[in-house]
């Protein structure tokens, strides 16, 4: 009898156990129930030498956010239903150290659901290593340093632009198709700039060209009047100065006040900064440069399959911010579209789940067509070569290169 | 070589004009302004709004700004300093008030000019290079060095042909003895300051053409390049700014030539080395022995 009771406090002892088991598997269920909301954690340079461009791509950002909750939130797969979308954002103030600390408060204080990065390679780079250490998905808008895909990495979506490393692919091959032979290169040390730099001469050399000028200079660069004499000295065919929109106008300044001309002369930012490069440097400096047009230069309104086109996003960012758009708000809203259709198609909201879809995500925005590679580097999205030619009273930019999205032919 | 010599000196002036106006405020006061720069940066703000606004040619906003920003610097320095100079640590408690205000005025212009760069593209100094030695030069850097030339040269008449100069240097000598031979110090050092700044703005109108635009937070890195030039001429001593500022200058042009990546490191280089080699500066008889 005595062993019996013991037996049967043994069962209610399991019981109780199981009771308990139960209990923990209710309370897992209700953690699993729908949350209130979606955060997006993100950071923006509200000063500083990126505020520039970080703070249209937050617009864009915040602009894609007010579409969907609008119409009632984000729609997640996971829990079968639209739940509304929330920021969290803090400002850097184009700090990598303060930007470093922010992200860790994203991460482990405000606990949020997505990551986004801020603007550029160097305010990106802060936050790959943070990610990954904490596992969570970086969305990218724009941080196209090639250093940051890498096998091991599974923590990154770069969403709103190809790696800087493909960047050259068709301005190289064009520079090689117009048989020039004395290439110079001036870059921005960073890496952005830095891989752009290596991509172009390793495929010039391949093609047989030499640069006869390849100089880094520091970001901080803003006086190149030496530097456009010493490349002036190599008589070269071709200039490209590889930097961040700072550099660009300081060089194109200094460009103009120095005498100089180049027949054949590229700069990054003006086919994503058009009007601030203009207000610097006067359109007449401008004319005949060559760029990688982006939108709203390269205008996609035909083969859209997700969001808005290019004129409708035109349109509905003016009239919700009462400016017009440029690249680097397409590039935050593009963003929002990534989330978006991950979040549309994740069967959970586990960071590796989302990694998962964002991997097999396959459409066509206004930015282009959106296509990661296994180590979350974007290659959809090619940049073509294009022209700034005097049209009438003003500019307009041409696509030159390659053929089969040319708009029109060089001057020169 | 030639070019890059001559480029050297052209814009070791322009830095030497930045510097003056710190080295002065630090010879009288024995504080270093820490927002310094920032005036550097209202001065350049003023001239790209006026040109933009009005089409003032950008020799006249100098004018016009440093007059202003001198009668800025009489009010500001009795609003602060007496207060600064009355604590037990002044030069620590000017630090950290000097840095306050650089801050502050960097999100004032924030709110004021926005984040993005600004500047005057029309050739308004020429559209020609000028030659010098037969090297094509950009027509704005030969009158940002003339002016510079010309602020140097009122600078030292001011120091070495006026009575209030010659106070002013009574000061920078030794505040107590000036104070006891009946020179008004408050007043002299007032003065001092406001040129200091006035000076600045002056720089700052040049600077759109210079410095390849205008931001916000332009101040902080200026000021720690003044720094580096008024130490390599000697803290305390204007004259020996002119100096640091050539081999500031000269230094940072060669660098561009032969080792653009080092570029940036020059001001520290240059700091380290005369902390190293002869910490009282080039010019170094007057250093603070405090």
């Given at each position: 009898m005595k062993q019996l009771r013991r037996y049967l406090f043994g069962l209610a002892g399991v019981a109780a156990l199981l009771i308990a088991g139960c209990g923990s598997t209710t309370s897992t269920t209700t953690s699993s129930t729908a949350p209130k909301d979606i955060t997006i954690g993100t950071l923006y340079?509200?000063?500083?030498?990126y505020a520039t461009s970080s703070l249209p791509e937050l617009a864009g950002l915040k602009f894609w956010m007010s579409q969907v909750n609008k119409d009632g939130g984000v729609f997640v797969k996971a829990y079968n239903k639209k739940i509304p979308v929330k920021l969290v954002d803090y400002n850097d103030q184009s700090d990598p150290n303060t930007a470093q600390t922010l992200y860790t408060q994203l991460i482990?204080?405000?606990?949020?659901n997505i990551l986004v990065s801020d603007f550029g390679s160097v305010l990106t780079s802060v936050a790959v290593p943070i990610a990954q250490e904490h596992k969570m998905v970086l969305f990218d808008?724009?941080?196209?340093?090639?250093?940051?895909?890498?096998?091991?990495?599974?923590?990154i979506v770069l969403t709103g632009l190809p790696t800087s490393a493909v960047w050259p692919d068709n301005l190289a091959k064009y520079l090689l198709a117009q048989n020039f032979k004395k290439v110079a290169i001036v870059y921005a040390e960073n890496d952005f700039d830095q891989s752009q730099d290596e991509t172009l001469t390793t495929q010039l050399k391949a093609g047989g060209v030499t640069p006869v000028y390849n100089q880094g200079v520091p970001?901080?660069?803003?006086?190149y009047d030496v530097i456009i004499h010493n490349i002036a000295a190599t008589n070269p065919d071709a200039v490209l100065e590889l930097g961040y929109p700072n550099n660009d106008i300081a060089f194109l300044q200094n460009l103009a006040a120095s005498g100089q001309h180049f027949g054949f002369l590229f700069t990054i930012f003006p086919g994503q900064l058009f009007s601030l490069l203009e207000q610097n440097v006067g359109a007449k400096t401008l004319t005949d440069t060559y760029t990688y047009p982006t939108p709203p230069?390269?205008?996609?309104?035909?083969?859209?399959?997700?969001?808005?086109?290019i004129s409708q996003f035109t349109q509905a960012f003016q009239s919700a911010n009462g400016s017009a758009p440029n690249f680097l708000d397409i590039a935050g809203y593009n963003t929002g579209l990534a989330i978006q259709k991950t979040l549309e198609t994740a069967k959970s909201l586990s960071q590796l789940d989302l990694r998962a879809a964002a991997g097999k995500i396959h459409m066509f925005t206004l930015d282009g067509d959106f296509t990661i590679n296994k180590e979350g580097a974007q290659m959809g999205e090619t940049l073509p070569v294009g022209q700034i030619q005097a049209s009438g009273s003003g500019l307009k930019t041409v696509?030159?290169?390659?053929?089969?999205?040319?708009t029109g032919t060089a001057v020169h | 070589m030639l070019y890059a010599l001559i480029a050297g000196v052209l814009f070791g002036l322009y830095y030497a004009l930045i510097g003056l106006g710190l080295n002065l405020t630090f010879g009288v006061l024995r504080m270093v302004n820490l927002a310094h720069g920032d005036f550097v940066m209202i001065g350049g703000f003023a001239a790209v709004t006026a040109f933009s606004a009005w089409h003032l040619h950008p020799l006249w906003s100098l004018v016009l700004v440093a007059v202003l920003i001198f009668a800025v610097g009489i009010a500001l320095y009795y609003v602060l300093v007496p207060r600064i100079a009355a604590t037990k640590d002044p030069e620590m408690i000017s630090l950290v008030l000097f840095f306050g205000l650089s801050q502050v005025i960097e999100a004032l212009a924030v709110m004021r000019f926005g984040n993005n760069t600004q500047s005057i593209y029309e050739p308004v100094f020429g559209k020609a290079p000028v030659s010098i030695l037969g090297q094509p030069f950009p027509a704005v850097w030969v009158v940002s060095g003339l002016v510079s030339l010309l602020a140097l040269l009122l600078v030292y008449l001011y120091l070495y042909r006026t009575r209030i100069g010659y106070s002013t240097r009574a000061v920078m000598a030794s505040r107590e003895e000036a104070e006891v031979s009946g020179i008004s110090v408050h007043k002299v050092s007032a003065i001092a300051f406001a040129i200091g700044l006035g000076l600045a703005a002056a720089a700052g109108a040049l600077a759109p053409f210079m410095l390849g635009g205008i931001t916000p937070d332009l101040g902080v890195g200026l000021t720690i390049t003044a720094f580096a030039v008024i130490v390599l001429g000697s803290l305390g001593n204007p004259v020996g700014t002119v100096a640091g500022g050539l081999i500031y200058g000269i230094a940072l042009m060669l660098m561009q030539t032969y080792l653009p990546s080092w570029s940036a490191l020059l001001p520290y280089l240059l700091l380290l080395l005369v902390l190293l080699v002869k910490p009282s500066g080039l010019f170094g008889r007057q250093v603070r022995s405090a």
């Open positions: 340079a509200g000063s500083g030498s482990t204080q405000d606990k949020v808008p724009t941080g196209t340093g090639a250093s940051f895909f890498t096998p091991t990495n599974p923590y970001t901080t660069t803003s006086n230069l390269l205008a996609y309104n035909s083969g859209v399959n997700y969001g808005m086109t696509i030159v290169f390659p053929s089969s999205v040319a | -």
